[in-house]
């Protein structure tokens, strides 16, 4: 029966290609031996199962028998540098299927600025890898910013920043988004670690970023900024299209408790629907309140700048 079940959800994914072909090559086994399988002549293995259900994207909690019990991913404890850079890579894999746009949708609870756009090869980016890596790293590596020389960026972390650019992203800010980078750099600077020559710069990269955020929401119409301060954001992350979807919760700064249950995705949408009815859109509103909002986020940066003398 859960064989069975798990078929119909392939076919369901690969449409017109053909089943034994694809499971036998995902499986390494033979096109008869995969078409026993096909015809419930034999049964998969469990691990067969799990590399079936892992390459299709498929969760393996329709299968329990109860609406209460669910199968999570986690991502890899990050401790290095080499670990963080195999998270975003891993994180790229994982969201290759949401490679078609036009069907695709993202919803992101920002309790900070989205990872997405501080991933790049930018001296914003370099600063947040230092910070990540201080507080990920076990033995505590306080070196100065300026002598930080760990490789930041791949290709992989261009190409997961690209895709996520590409995707129909809805983003639900309050005015604390911005908060925790800035209060970030302002420790960094207290503890002597971060120069005031690169404070400026960091600042100056943060508002550009600002700055390109607030010109998507007038000029994308594949990006939306809902404002809602009624409740506190998480971070979390769902997926979509047609055919599966993806949420990720947060436990640790890098680490997500991952599901693909559809059930789960349903409420998880649901619920980021109910804030967006709750909370102001700044692609739609009036020029007035759009910049009202921003400003906030320039003042702040502005007024970081000038304190730190």
């Not at 501080?118 to 947040?128: C, M, N, Q, Y």
């Not at 007035?288 to 940066?301: D, G, L, P, S, T």
């Amino acid at each position: 029966m859960h064989q069975e079940a798990l078929l119909k959800e392939i076919r369901r994914k690969i449409g017109d290609l053909s089943l034994n072909d694809e499971i036998a090559n995902i499986l390494n086994i033979s096109y008869d031996a995969a078409h026993r399988r096909t015809s419930l002549k034999a049964k998969f293995s469990f691990e067969e199962a799990l590399e079936l259900a892992k390459y299709y994207q498929i969760s393996l909690d329709q299968f329990l028998g109860t609406e209460n019990q669910l199968v999570v991913k986690r991502t890899q404890p990050v401790r290095t540098t080499e670990d963080l850079l195999n998270y975003f890579e891993n994180s790229l894999k994982i969201l290759n299927v949401f490679q078609n746009i036009t069907h695709s949708k993202v919803f992101y609870s920002a309790k900070d600025i989205p990872f997405f756009y501080t991933i790049s090869d930018s001296i914003l980016s370099r600063f947040k890898f230092y910070v990540w890596m201080n507080l990920l790293n076990q033995d505590k590596f306080l070196s100065p910013f300026h002598e930080f020389n760990m490789e930041y960026h791949s290709v992989k972390n261009e190409m997961l920043k690209d895709l996520y650019d590409k995707q129909n992203v809805t983003e639900i800010w309050n005015d604390t988004t911005i908060m925790s980078a800035l209060r970030q750099i302002s420790f960094y600077y207290e503890m002597g670690l971060l120069k005031k020559s690169d404070v400026d710069l960091i600042l100056d990269d943060l508002r550009k970023l600002i700055e390109e955020l607030e010109s998507k929401t007038l000029e994308k119409t594949n990006f939306q900024i809902y404002v809602n301060d009624l409740v506190i954001l998480n971070n979390s992350i769902l997926f979509k299209n047609e055919q599966q979807c993806s949420f990720f919760v947060p436990f640790s700064m890098f680490g997500y408790m991952m599901t693909n249950d559809k059930l789960t995705c349903e409420d998880s949408l649901s619920y980021f629907e109910h804030q967006i009815k709750n909370s102001k859109s700044l692609n739609e509103s009036g020029n007035r309140e759009r910049k009202m909002f921003f400003n906030k986020m320039y003042e702040q940066i502005d007024r970081l700048k000038q304190n730190l003398l």
